[in-house]
């Protein structure tokens, strides 16, 4: 695989995914730090971050990957009209073969940053606070073995407003997950569920307070979980990943982002790029805020 | 080491120590699986009510058996662990099976609550994660019962699930307002209102819809798991 | 035979409601009923215009389930002995027209359009299945949930939906306990995805149709594509072949001493009075 991005976007992602292993307590943090754009996922970003699983899974000492991030979300989702290496002087448009590159290398494929994490022989612990959208959800929050969430982080498959669910009803670690009506709640209505509710559908281990300290929280249950051998830990994981093949949720959905490029808007919906290309992607995430909105009760629970 | 009763329409096993079951001994396993096959024979059942006659319908801590009552591994997984051991033979038995459980209940406790069609709870009832001891505790099963996460959080994050939490996760059916056993045994009542041949097709239906989803290649990997289970799971090893 | 399918385009184009009609009987399904609904899913399908397509009942329920007035009347006609043996045709009848390919649960699984069934009264048999099938439910708090046939004559439906659903333990309250759901239970078990009072029920169904309508049809189209090989890898094709099987199987039951024979009590006394009876020997 060769290294997408350019050249800033490659130089910057070393700052923007920090590093924390620390070998004493067996526990690896993985932290996405680029707080201004909400930690979106840049190409060069999501490579760092699955080269950073495969360092882990070589590491003895680490038996906890914990996933968080700075500033005011956990992650925004992959970012959205970036320049990756596909525009070249020599063609006019995005192509198939680009959309390939994408849809498997940078997105689901095996190579890719979802396939490390979900592979991981390690525990898997994501911290989750503020918005965990589009990618953030279906490529990396199904894909944790352990998720501690505040209780009022925005959750799910947000982007579908304007790009459709490009697999987040498909996936069948979500219905597995969230259970099959949830899924298709969340994919087919693009609409936020809290920390809170997730905790009730069951993708949330641990819930907090909005007021709360996730972070020591997460670092708790990181913890208790490291106190264990790690052959003990290595067993569980294993049992854990057997099943998951077995109910069929051991692999991602099929490349659902390689189409997004390609859908056709009707002349009553938003043409998501063609307003990305006119106005820039602010403007167009703008230009579909004055949609409809879903009613009360995506999840809320009776009790 | 077993009772075994029949009324109504209704079999009551009653266990005396569940705690023997999580240690593999072969006298206490072999009586309940008897029992449980002999029940899935009958004609005149339609319902199987399991049930522990101690405070603790099986503890975490594994009982000490006479070295003469332990098994070597083909023992265990036939008595265990193979089709005709005790857990396949509750999970595809051609009656339905209601467990009602009190005070702790872990390992093999909690596998045969898996194993189950229903379960009740007493209000004191506590559930731990069989996993990471019981090699033949079925993990699709716990997938399947409270969705893929849960179970993952269950046998992950160590804690043991408290009556009320079973019943909002999906492991529990019911809580029991005062007597457990005596709930338990009015639904396999109910249940048992139902024609024979209704009940035999349903559990036919579940056989076949269990084995679609990974549940009887769950049980088959139970000796593969059972040859690399750490010996840091052992109870002298735990922290 | 009396009842309806009407298929309601008064919430513009882009939303379309089919509307089960047969108050008298509770809006039980008909079979013609059944073929009538899929008749109108294909149009529905084949309108570029429409995004969601809403599935209602008119009147106080949802439906009751398949009408036993038709399933009476093919095993045991008050006018003389059913022909014995049931030709072949006559024993898989039933099941094509559900869960076969073309049947009506199958239309509503693998529809390439958003569906969403508002649910409230009674949500019986093919009802609770609808609801279970469509993309989303939004319950009325007055809906209530059940599979009674099931108590009848043993489970004759797909499991592999229902267990996603709700999970396995609580599937098994509908396939052997009879249990009813109210709509509070219903949702937190994840059979629904929302309840809202009876009187915002209409408003409430609306404004998520139009939520949903938002969602590019391209991107519908596609998602509804990998949905159908997600659903193969979760076996409901399995489910629904194993349905089919065993609902033929359901003519060939034998009741013993004791045990309630609602086709033979309807045969005697009446479809409403067995059904009555039915419900006195199952009461707790």
Not at chain 3, 223 to 247: D, F, I, P, S, Y
Request: charged share 20%; proline share 4%; with cysteine.
């Amino acid at each position: 695989m060769s290294a997408f991005g350019n050249p800033a976007s490659r130089a910057e992602a070393e700052e923007q995914v920090l590093f924390v292993p620390d070998r004493d307590s067996g526990i690896a943090q993985i932290v996405l730090n680029r707080p201004a754009k909400r930690n979106a996922l840049s190409v060069p970003m999501r490579e760092r971050m699955a080269s950073l699983v495969r360092a882990c899974e070589l590491d003895a000492a680490i038996k906890v990957v914990l996933f968080r991030g700075n500033g005011p979300s956990f992650c925004s989702g992959n970012e959205l009209n970036e320049d990756w290496g596909q525009r070249t002087a020599d063609k006019r448009r995005f192509t198939l073969s680009d959309a390939v590159r994408y849809g498997t290398d940078m997105t689901y494929g095996r190579q890719s940053f979802t396939q490390a994490i979900t592979r991981c022989s390690k525990i898997t612990l994501l911290e989750m606070h503020g918005y965990c959208a589009a990618a953030a959800y279906f490529m990396i929050a199904t894909h944790c073995d352990l998720v501690v969430a505040q209780e009022d982080a925005k959750i799910g498959a947000i982007e579908g407003r304007f790009l459709g669910p490009a697999g987040a009803v498909s996936h069948i670690h979500l219905n597995r997950i969230l259970g099959v009506k949830a899924a298709r709640h969340i994919g087919y209505t693009a609409e936020p569920v809290s920390g809170r509710e997730m905790f009730e559908f069951g993708l949330v281990h641990k819930c907090v307070g909005a007021g709360a300290d996730v972070h020591q929280a997460a670092l708790e249950v990181a913890a208790q979980v490291a106190a264990s051998p790690a052959a003990r830990l290595r067993f569980l994981k294993a049992r854990i990943k057997a099943a998951e093949g077995f109910v069929g949720a051991s692999m991602p959905a099929m490349p659902g982002l390689l189409v997004s490029h390609f859908l056709k808007s009707e002349p009553d919906e938003l043409d998501f790029w063609k307003a990305v290309r006119t106005g820039g992607v602010g403007q167009a995430l703008n230009a579909d805020k004055t949609r409809a909105r879903a009613p009360a009760g995506g999840g809320k629970s009776d009790d | 080491m077993i009772d075994l009763g029949v009324s109504g329409q209704v079999a009551v096993i009653t266990m005396h120590d569940g705690a023997c079951l999580s240690a593999h001994s072969r006298r206490a396993g072999t009586a309940l699986r008897d029992a449980i096959l002999a029940c899935g024979d009958r004609d005149d059942v339609k319902a199987i009510v399991l049930r522990s006659a101690q405070a603790d319908f099986c503890p975490p801590a594994q009982a000490i058996v006479p070295d003469d009552d332990k098994l070597d591994a083909p023992e265990w997984s036939q008595i265990y662990a193979s089709t005709v051991g005790i857990y396949q033979a509750l999970c595809y038995s051609k009656k339905v099976t209601i467990t009602a459980v009190q005070g702790r209940c872990a390992l093999a406790g909690s596998a045969l609550v898996l194993c189950s069609d229903l379960t009740f709870a007493a209000a004191d009832a506590e559930f731990h994660a069989p996993f990471e001891r019981l090699p033949e505790a079925n993990f699709v099963l716990a997938a399947l019962t409270m969705r893929l996460a849960r179970a993952k959080s269950w046998t992950l994050g160590g804690a043991p699930m408290d009556a009320r939490r079973a019943l909002e996760v999906g492991l529990v059916n019911r809580i029991a307002l005062s007597d457990v056993f005596a709930e338990a045994v009015d639904a396999a009542r109910s249940i048992a209102k139902g024609p024979l041949d209704g009940i035999a097709m349903s559990k036919l239906m579940m056989e076949s819809f269990l084995d679609s989803q990974g549940v009887g290649q769950e049980f088959d990997m139970a000796g593969f798991y059972a040859a690399t289970l750490p010996g840091a799971a052992a109870p002298q090893d735990r922290a | 035979m009396s009842g309806r399918i009407a298929v309601d385009r008064s919430a513009g184009e882009r939303t379309a409601s089919i509307v089960i009609d047969h108050p008298e009987r509770e809006n039980a399904i008909t079979p013609r009923m059944a073929a009538q609904f899929c008749e109108a899913l294909t149009a529905l399908e084949r309108d570029d215009a429409v995004k969601v397509v809403v599935i209602k009942g008119a009147g106080a329920n949802l439906t009751s389930g398949a009408d036993l007035t038709a399933v009476a009347q093919r095993f045991a006609p008050p006018d003389g002995e059913a022909k014995k043996p049931l030709s072949q045709r006559a024993r898989f009848a039933d099941a094509d027209l559900w869960w076969g390919r073309a049947g009506l649960f199958g239309r509503v699984l693998y529809c390439p359009k958003i569906t969403i069934v508002a649910a409230h009264g009674k949500c019986h048999g093919a009802g609770l299945h609808l609801a279970l099938y469509a993309d989303l439910a939004i319950a009325s708090a007055t809906a209530a949930f059940a599979m009674p046939e099931w108590r009848h004559a043993g489970v004759n439906g797909d499991l592999s939906m229902l267990v996603a659903a709700v999970g396995l333990k609580r599937a098994k309250e509908l396939v052997y306990w009879g249990r009813e759901w109210d709509a509070a239970t219903a949702m937190s078990h994840g059979l629904v995805n929302a309840v809202v009072a009876s009187d915002r029920h209409d408003a409430a169904t609306a404004e998520l149709a139009q939520c949903c309508a938002m969602i590019m049809r391209d991107a519908v189209a596609a998602e509804k594509q990998v949905v159908r090989a997600a659903l193969a890898r979760m076996q409901v094709e399995t489910g629904l072949a194993a349905a089919a099987v065993v609902g033929a199987w359901g003519t060939n039951i034998h009741f013993r001493q004791g045990e309630f024979n609602l086709l033979r009590a309807a045969k005697h006394d009446g479809l409403d009075a067995a059904v009555a009876a039915g419900a006195e020997h199952f009461a707790d």
